[in-house]
């Protein structure tokens, strides 16, 4: 048997060994509970208007929100860190190096309870505002290495014939550097965004007013009232609704990446 054939044999073998599992599982799972404890279907006739109208749209809120602050942040970081000033790239650094290691839980747990019992101090737009300041700080952590990444494999040559040119290194950096770089980085900053999508689901730990709810907090109240009341089927909703926002942005990352291999 050649190489070729091996291969072949092993994909279909692998391809039976699936076929079977999911047939065993057609026949063996209990569709009956499934159905009633996870597709509950006044669940998502009842709770639709609130699901789409309120948790969607706060995600997707607060989701541009924080993404928006810190990517601000991130290039203020970016340029600190790559300052010919040494105290800017200390502080730069050591920022980065912060809060890339806290969990985004403990920032947002921080600035909505730690930093009004120690200062008397609350960011503005109370506990949610305080939890959007949290994710904003960390995804400017993780978004400002990413376009450090971008700025680095910039052509040194394009930074030179911009110096040659009379530009001073300010402007060369807005108008020669910057724009190729977040070309580069369009792909990694979108999956930061996918993943601020997730993390705005931390923010049920801060309490939120009703209308102010994302879809994890709205699922989880839902668990506990309402026609879905003890059993999962919120949660489902909550899913299919996580992934109609994500799996779009998720293909359009592989597709960019595609085409900047291509264009490669």
Known sequence: MTRTQRQRAVRLALYAVFVVLAVVFVLVADWEAISSNFFLREGFTANWQDFVLIGARNTILYTVIAFAGGFVLAMVLVLMKLAPIAPFRWVSTAYIELFRG???????????????????????????????????????????????????????????????????????????????????????????????IKDTSLLFVIGMAANERELTTLARDFMSSGPSAGTATSLTFAVLLYLVITLPLTRMVAWLERRQRRSR
Do not use: D
Not at 107 to 130: E, H, K, N, Q
């Open 102 to 196: 806290l969990p985004a839980l403990v920032v947002i747990i921080f600035m909505a309870l730690g930093v009004p019992i120690a200062f008397g101090w609350r960011p503005p737009g109370g506990p949610v505002g305080a939890g959007l300041v949290g994710l904003m700080l960390v995804s400017a952590a993780y978004m400002a290495e990413t376009l450090r990444a971008g700025i680095e494999a910039v052509p040194k040559g394009q930074t030179e014939a911009a110096r040659s040119l009379g530009m001073n290194g300010g402007w060369t950096m807005a108008t020669v550097v910057m724009p190729q770089a977040l070309r580069i980085v369009i792909p990694p900053l979108t999956n930061e965004l996918v993943i601020l």
